[in-house]
């Protein structure tokens, strides 16, 4: 399913917020939320979707799952979120250095 743009906002000086809205979808709006707290070394991850039958918007569901930077398989993405809120003018603190890489299924 396509993707709309993403949308960056600084929160505050060490917490970023990415959305995404699905561009397909006329009436429900899913909606993609990633929310990088960098003074907490999270990320949470927000899906979000209404559920219309005939027109009408006859329920909504929200998935959320939060994971700290060191559950993380890579830093990749977190490194340039960080990158993306100092431009928007936040003063995130440093990324940790994980201990050990980690591979998928590990």
């Known amino acids: 399913m396509p993707m709309g743009p993403e949308e960056f906002v600084k929160a505050n000086d060490y ?6 809205v699905y561009a397909t979808e006329k009436l429900s709006k899913p909606t993609l ?6 003074a907490a070394q999270e990320v949470s ?5 209404g559920y219309a039958r005939e027109g ?19 830093l990749d993405e977190v490194a340039l979120m960080r990158a993306k809120l100092v431009d928007l003018g936040g003063h995130p603190p440093e ?10 299924g590990n």
């Open 95 to 104: 990324l940790p250095t994980l201990s050990k890489p980690r591979k998928l």
């Open 15 to 20: 917490t970023l917020v990415v959305s995404q």
């Open 45 to 49: 991850t927000i899906y979000e979707r």
């Open 56 to 74: 009408m918007g006859v329920g909504f569901a929200i998935t959320r799952e939060s994971k700290n930077f060191s559950e993380l398989d890579s």
């Open 33 to 38: 939320t990633k929310i990088f707290n960098f």
